[in-house]
């Protein structure tokens, strides 16, 4: 019995003391991080909506052509106040993938938080989907390069300088 208060004892103190708690992080939440001053700046879902909304009308390699409405890629970094030459998105399964700031600037890609006026959820895209204007510019953006830009489920944005 010993041993089991113990082990008890020393479980419930690796968790409290532990920086990285489950009930840390909710859903919704955005972060960008700075890769030079290892600054963040975490948007909660409330904070994301008030930011200038944005729209693309476009199909996907999943989707129908869908109305996808979030923020702009541009006005997200503003806000941040970070700057790079290239974004790394992160999933909440871990998936990342690296997008070139020219990207950003010739495509004026956004973060969709929307899908037809509905708020994604984790399991439809959520709660957050980097999106494209394939439809508009399908000549350039119709390649596999660009559909594994096409991340959801986004949970942070690591802003880097190569």
């Known amino acids: 019995m010993k041993g089991f208060n113990i082990v008890t004892l020393l479980s419930i103190t690796f968790f ?52 996808f409405e979030g923020v702009s890629m541009k006005d997200v970094l503003a806000a941040s106040g970070f700057k790079g030459k290239t974004l790394r998105v992160h ?23 929307k899908r037809d006026r509905v708020e994604l959820k984790v399991r439809d895209f959520g709660p957050y989907f980097i999106v494209y204007p394939l439809d508009d510019n399908a ?11 096409l991340v959801w489920q986004v949970d942070s944005i690591t802003v880097m300088q190569k």
Not at 39 to 58: D, N, Y
Not at 99 to 111: A, Q
Not at 139 to 149: A, F, Q, T, V
Request: glycine share 2%.
């Open 91 to 113: 999933a909440l399964n871990d998936y990342w993938v690296d997008i070139p700031m020219k990207d950003v600037d010739s495509y004026n890609i956004i973060i969709a938080n």
């Open 139 to 149: 000549e350039d953006l119709n390649k596999p390069i660009y559909y594994s830009r």
């Open 16 to 67: 409290a003391l532990s920086p990285a708690r489950a009930m840390d992080y909710r859903i919704g939440d955005l972060t960008i991080q700075d890769e030079k001053s290892h600054a963040s700046h975490t948007f909660s879902k409330e904070s994301f909506s008030t930011l200038p909304r944005a729209m693309i009308t476009t199909t996907t390699p999943w989707t129908p052509s869908t109305k």
